[in-house]
């Protein structure tokens, strides 16, 4: 039974790191842009919510109404402002950018809130918890936020697939210049792929936040995770991000629940064992 | 008999002044205090750990973001090969380098997989399992490190001061011979590759340029270099901590930092590069987070606005080459008959 709560627990952690996939896979579909101060961007989103908690009064589920279009309009500046001038042949520009971005707002953070670990408080929601089945409990808020993140791939995948918006994304991934020719204004549309992958981020910020401490130095962490999930799922694929994910959540849980020390190293491992033997992933949709 | 050329006015100017440097920074020793000496030092091991980067990320285009795998393998090297096999700490240095190489083999295989900006955080996660895996080791302190022991200090060098003297002129030496290494490495027919390379990997390609062997040779020799400079590093600090030994902030974040503002993708801009972070950090040291944030933005509008940094802007303004590196074709008609018309 214990082992069945240990995997438990992984799956509805990998929920979360699917959606620090998600908007990593999305904008790389979009532009093939790998955006290293993802991360970065994740913990900026829970200091958002910080803020506004405090100063609102207000709890953080409802702060997610808040967060999510103020990180989106962030993305979306971001994008027009100053990632769009690094798009290109060149793979160096966006990715050293996006490593400066990743050091800037690291310390900027750290100016303005020290490096002081903080939490958002959720109240009564955080310790509930009920019995699936004999001896296996689950906590309703890491359920809930699984099934927020089930729902935002869900979403993720309609826009892609059945919007405009979405078939704006698909042409221009397929090809810029007869995106183009088309009367696409491809700026405006990779900044509203970027303003889409930080309103994910937004949420998954706020639950990374309510979820356990947070400091300003975390962010690399959590870009790695979300870009291992990526690799796991298969480049490209939505639902991928979320098999990735729970995999990598479970193999934290079960090193974890082994050896405390291990509960990063077995995540990490299982990534490259996984590299080694199926480089292209599990739902591979474009080769990267 | 046609001949390649590969200096200039401004590379014997350049080489000359190096000269005189080198003669200059040789002597520190005997007229500089302590504080100017670790000052130096550091200098030193950025300049190699930024011309490193620079031929892996400039020249072989494989952007690493996780070369503090490297950085604090050879430190990790350092200590266990003097704490536990004790072995003489420069002979240590020397052999760190190898072991790295052999290490870097299977981490190439792997990661190599992984294409472009990929790549990069595919490194990260490498010297993120070896960092891990650093603090699992007791017998090198585990997560909250170790120090060099006493008795294997003392072993270096009777005196403090004499100690200090060879850790410095160990770290010039290592600098001479890496830049040594990697001019002699461009001007082989593999640095034609390489340049080659730098400027269209799929022109490169068509010329009949192996890119996979070149850029696996690159990465397997930089982490080579790397770990050495890693190892002599900690031998200087004296202290090893897993945090310490593969942060990304003092050994890729500052690399990165200077290569772009010197000039990526050109043996010079390292050198100048270093030169003006260590100057700003002289001026913004103390605004603590803010200086790192000021280089971040640096860097930004570097990588924006003049892609091929300081020295890139120099170079193109005036034609200048510090070394040389230039190939230019001497024609064996044009020695028979320089006054010919063509």
Redesign the interface.
């Known amino acids: 039974m214990q082992w069945v709560n240990v995997i438990l627990q992984g799956v509805l952690i990998g929920g979360l790191y699917a959606m620090f996939a998600a908007g990593l896979s999305l904008i790389?579909g979009v532009m093939?842009?790998?955006n290293?101060a993802h991360g970065d961007l994740i913990v900026l989103a829970a200091y958002v919510a910080l803020m506004l908690t405090q100063t609102l009064g207000i709890d953080p589920l409802s702060a997610l109404l808040l967060v999510t279009p103020i990180m989106a309009a962030v993305g979306y500046a971001l994008q027009r402002g100053?990632l769009n001038?690094?798009l290109g042949d060149?793979?160096?520009?966006?990715?050293?950018?996006t490593?400066?971005?990743?050091?800037?707002i690291?310390?900027?953070l750290?100016?303005l809130f020290t490096a002081d670990s903080r939490k958002l408080q959720a109240g009564a929601i955080e310790i509930q918890t009920f019995q699936v089945a004999e001896g296996v409990w689950v906590g309703l808020l890491p359920l809930i936020q699984f099934a927020v993140a089930v729902v935002v791939i869900a979403a993720l995948q309609v826009v892609f697939y059945r919007t405009a918006l979405g078939r704006a994304f698909r042409a221009t991934s397929d090809d810029q210049s007869v995106a183009q020719l088309m009367g696409l204004d491809t700026r405006h549309v990779f900044a509203m792929a970027m303003a889409l992958s930080l309103a994910v981020i937004a949420i998954a910020g706020v639950f990374l936040a309510v979820r356990a401490n947070f400091d300003p130095a975390i962010g690399?962490?959590r870009?790695?995770f979300g870009?291992?999930a990526v690799?796991i799922g298969g480049l490209g694929s939505m639902w991928g991000t979320l098999a990735g994910g729970v995999i990598l959540g479970v193999s934290q849980a079960i090193g974890a629940q082994i050896d405390p020390?291990w509960q990063?190293?077995a995540g990490?491992?299982v990534?490259?064992a996984i590299?080694?033997v199926r480089?292209e992933g599990f739902f591979p949709k474009v080769s990267? | 008999m046609n001949r390649v050329v590969h200096a200039t006015k401004s590379s014997r100017v350049g080489v000359a002044l190096i000269a005189v440097a080198l003669v200059v920074l040789a002597s520190a020793p005997y007229w500089g205090d302590r504080q100017m000496l670790r000052l130096l030092a550091e200098v030193f091991t950025f300049v190699t750990l930024a011309s490193l980067w620079n031929l892996l990320a400039g020249y072989a285009g494989l952007v690493s973001v996780g070369q503090q795998a490297f950085v604090g393998l050879g430190g990790y090297l350092l200590f266990a090969l003097a704490i536990l096999f004790e072995v003489h700490p420069i002979a240590a240095i020397l052999i760190a380098g190898p072991i790295a190489a052999v290490v870097a083999i299977p981490v190439a295989v792997l990661i190599f997989r992984l294409r472009g900006a990929y790549f990069a955080i595919g490194t990260w996660v490498v010297a993120e399992v070896f960092r891990l895996l650093a603090s699992q080791v007791s017998v090198l302190g585990g997560g909250s490190g170790i120090s060099l022991p006493a008795a294997v200090v003392i072993a270096m060098a009777p005196t403090r001061q004499l100690r200090e003297f060879e850790t410095y002129w160990l770290a010039l030496t290592l600098t001479v011979l890496v830049l040594a290494a990697i001019v002699a490495l461009l001007r082989s027919r593999h640095g034609l590759a390489l340049t080659a390379l730098r400027d269209n990997e799929v022109a490169a390609q068509s010329c009949g340029i192996d890119v996979a062997r070149i850029k696996f040779f690159v990465y397997v020799l930089t982490a080579f270099g790397t770990a050495t400079v890693g190892a002599l590093i900690f031998l200087q600090k004296l202290r090893i901590s897993p945090d310490t030994a593969f942060s990304v902030n003092d050994w890729t974040a500052f690399v990165i930092f200077i290569t772009v503002i010197g000039g990526i993708g050109r043996v010079e801009g390292p050198i100048i590069g270093t030169i003006v972070f260590f100057l700003l950090r002289q001026v913004l040291a103390d605004l603590g987070s803010l200086y790192m944030l000021t280089m971040g933005a640096v860097a930004i509008v570097v990588m924006l606005w003049a892609p091929k940094g300081l020295w890139g802007l120099i170079a193109e303004r005036f034609g200048w080459q510090a070394l040389p590196l230039q190939r230019r074709l001497i024609t064996a008609l044009k020695l028979k008959d320089p006054g010919r018309k063509s």
Do not use: K, M, W, Y
């Open positions: 790389f093939r842009l790998v290293i100053l001038r690094t060149d793979l160096l520009p966006p990715l050293l950018v490593f400066g971005l990743s050091i800037i690291q310390n900027g750290l100016e690399p962490a870009l790695i870009f291992e690799i020390g990063l190293l990490h491992i990534f490259l590299l080694a480089p990267g």
